[in-house]
């Protein structure tokens, strides 16, 4: 990944009018070297012709496409009048506090094990993140799998074992799979806390807070379980234009490019440039699971607030399953650290390097806020890729 | 992160599988995907397969996810618990 070929590569196709340091990002591009598509470009600038000099703002929301728009510098290879902001794509950025506080808590009480993603570790609650717990006493695991975490629990019956269960409806239907089969194979001492997400509310959310966005660029794997088809209601309500959207550079462009086509159309319509993958109904065995484990719930997005049904939690047969009932867990709002501005990069108000802390005192070593905690957050991504090229396309 | 990885099924028992990822067997549970077959590719995402791949475009994502950085280039591990060596790193919710 780091055998940068240059910007020769692609320097002839670049999209004309675009700020200082592309050199750079096409290099950055280039080491990629999958930006052959010629052809996406032009389409890019014709419909940028067609808008005249409006300017667009296209919001991502999902991490993988955050990193990959900044490691490839995807911002650099559009024209000036195409803005795209990074929005809530990121699990560990919208959790908030109180969960991590509350799963510190149980993990200081010092009768459970904890199981988690690894990337939950570092996030940094009220009272210290779950890597300080571990170093004050916790039992805290790292697993790669919910399903990891049942073993756990199935190898050592007399410890309680609760997982953290964080992440979009990509990952919620691999710990509902989790949960049917506890309970099928009777394992008493495997429960979870849940904080699930759900994408499509969050992008009304996001809409309904005044963000103004001409369009989204959907989620590819997301969309595999919940399918392009989820976003058609979005679509309609808002006339906001959606393209389900791959992780290549060429995806990634190609996916602005219809966008912009449908901007330029005056269409608001859901459409699916990652074909490859995704389907209009996404993966129904993973949405049974996921309906028959839980049910939606209002959920407390950091820097969006609470959101009507955007979280999902447990359905009452499966109550037995929910930590917070088993250990009387309590989440209590916290705020936010002082002078974090998290909450306004997540809704795209602000870029990460408008906020005072942003590279000062909250870098990736020393993260203050989740943003940067996560590779995939908005703040550690503007870290990493982000100043090559400052101020422009962003 | 929602971050899934290609990876081509050897063997299946019941709804689990071992499965090759760029040269490393690992675990991948099929309870989601339960009619998957030997030989297909499947993204998975936290140990559970969750589609098919078309086998051009496995091989070309995984590459693709590699040169990113996104995934280690020895991507698996013979325990199947995780992505990698560095579990820490590997294991992300999405």
């Keep these: 990944m780091d055998g940068i070929n240059g910007a020769g590569e692609i320097g002839d196709g670049r999209v004309p009018g675009h700020g200082p340091g592309t050199a750079r990002s096409a290099a950055l591009a280039g080491a990629a070297g999958r930006i052959s598509g010629a052809s996406v470009r032009e389409r890019i600038t014709r419909a940028a012709d067609r808008l005249a000099s409006r300017r667009v703002r296209l919001m991502e929301v999902c991490g993988t496409h955050t990193m990959a728009i900044f490691r490839h510098g995807i911002r650099g290879l559009?024209?000036?009048?195409?803005r795209l902001i990074s929005g809530p794509g990121c699990p560990v950025c919208v959790t908030d506090d109180s969960y991590i506080d509350a799963a510190v808590s149980l993990g200081l009480d010092g009768k459970v094990t904890l199981a988690t993603f690894g990337d939950m570790m570092r996030v940094p609650g009220s009272r210290g993140s779950l890597q300080d717990a571990r170093s004050r006493g916790a039992d805290v695991h790292v697993v790669y799998s919910c399903a990891d975490a049942l073993d756990m629990a199935a190898k050592a019956p007399s410890?309680?074992?609760?997982?953290?269960?964080?992440?979009f409806e990509t990952t919620a239907p691999t710990i509902a799979a989790t949960v049917i089969r506890a309970r099928n194979d009777g394992i008493r001492n495997f429960s979870i806390l849940a904080a699930h997400k759900l994408i499509p509310p969050a992008m009304a959310a996001v809409l309904d807070g005044g963000t103004a966005l001409d369009g989204f660029i959907a989620p590819g794997h997301v969309s595999v379980v919940i399918g392009s088809d989820a976003y058609l209601p979005l679509a309609a309500k808002y006339r906001v234009?959606?393209?389900v959207t791959g992780f290549e550079a060429d995806d990634i462009l190609e996916g602005v490019a219809m966008l912009l086509e449908q901007i330029a159309d005056g269409r608001a319509a859901v459409e699916n440039q990652y074909v490859r993958v995704v389907r209009p109904g996404g993966n129904p065995?993973?949405?049974?699971?996921?309906?028959?484990?839980f049910e939606p719930s209002d959920a407390s997005w950091r820097g969006l607030g609470v959101i009507p049904d955007s979280g999902l939690r447990l359905r009452r047969e499966f109550t037995d399953f929910d930590a917070g009932r088993r250990f009387g867990v309590a989440m209590a709002p916290a705020p936010p650290p002082k002078g974090c501005r998290c909450g306004d990069v997540l809704k795209g108000a602000i870029d990460p390097p408008e906020c005072p802390m942003f590279g000062k005192s909250c870098d990736p070593a020393r993260p203050k806020g989740p943003c940067m905690v996560?590779?995939?957050?908005?703040?550690?991504?503007?870290?990493?890729?982000?100043?090559?090229?400052?101020?422009?396309?962003? | 992160m929602c971050l899934s990885i290609p990876a081509k099924l050897l063997e299946i028992e019941g709804l689990r599988a071992r499965a090759d990822v760029g040269g490393n067997v690992v675990r991948v549970d099929l309870s989601l995907l339960p009619d998957a077959k030997p030989g297909e590719y499947v993204l998975v995402h936290a140990g559970f397969a969750l589609d098919r791949y078309q086998p051009g475009e496995a091989e070309r994502i995984l590459g693709y996810f590699q040169e990113m950085g996104m995934i280690p280039a020895d991507a698996g591990d013979e325990a199947?618990?995780?992505?990698?060596?560095?579990?820490?790193?590997?294991?992300r919710p999405g």
């Design chain 1, 78 to 82: 559009l024209p000036d009048c195409v």
């Design chain 1, 159 to 167: 410890r309680q074992v609760v997982f953290l269960a964080v992440g």
């Design chain 1, 241 to 243: 234009p959606i393209v």
């Design chain 1, 285 to 293: 065995a993973a949405r049974r699971a996921m309906e028959e484990v």
């Design chain 1, 374 to 394: 996560s590779s995939e957050g908005s703040c550690a991504a503007h870290y990493r890729y982000g100043r090559v090229k400052p101020g422009s396309g962003s």
């Design chain 2, 80 to 91: 199947g618990t995780g992505i990698g060596t560095d579990r820490e790193a590997g294991a």
